[in-house]
């Protein structure tokens, strides 16, 4: 299955990690990417290639890769940060171009 | 400042066209591939299509494929949607999305605010 899964919802503290998973098969040999969506605006890209940051995302976003689930983790979470995450992949072996998201995470700051 | 303005969303009847643009501007639009991706209120996100820097590779996906076609105007920096026979489950909000240069793989870094396309009698 070429299906990405997500969590529909985590919940955490202000000031604690949270961490959103996507599962896959054998998604730890693609290159996932990570998207923030806030209520009302358009996605942000927040992670690409499994661990990077892009420029102007703060230092409390990381993510990993490996086997079957990627992680994308927040610490010391912030009000600001609650908001959708979606993973996203490009499967070379499904038919052109294969891009897939998964289906979201609804992250709420308790 | 990069920025892309999506427009040419509304109301059409199934069965009916609708083209929307997205024009650029903060970067050299010739070097960059672009795309487009949708999200059906409430839902989550579905790429649709995308182009090459110079319009050589175009690829839709197959919930539009034969219906939709995707052109890029570099005189005018702007992409563009033509979306024939249109469905009640293409409507969506509509985002242009750039693909990083000399990106390896697909992905987007840059977005527009969208433009909501509506489907219905």
Redesign the interface.
Known sequence: SSGLTQPPSVSVAPGKTARITCGGDNIGRK?V?W?QQKAG?????VI?HDSDR?SGIPERFSGSNSGNTATLSISRVEAGDEAHF?C?V?D?SV??????????TQLTVL | EVQLVESGGGLVQPGRSLRLSCEVSGFNFDDYAMNWVRQAPGKGLEWVSGISWNSGSVGYADSVKGRFTLSRDSATNSLYLQMNSLRPEDTAFYYCARQPLRATDYYFDSWGQGALVTVSS
């Open positions: 290159r990417h998207y605006q358009a996605p942000v890209l690409y892009p979606y996203q490009w070379s038919a052109h171009p294969g891009v897939i998201f998964g289906g979201g």
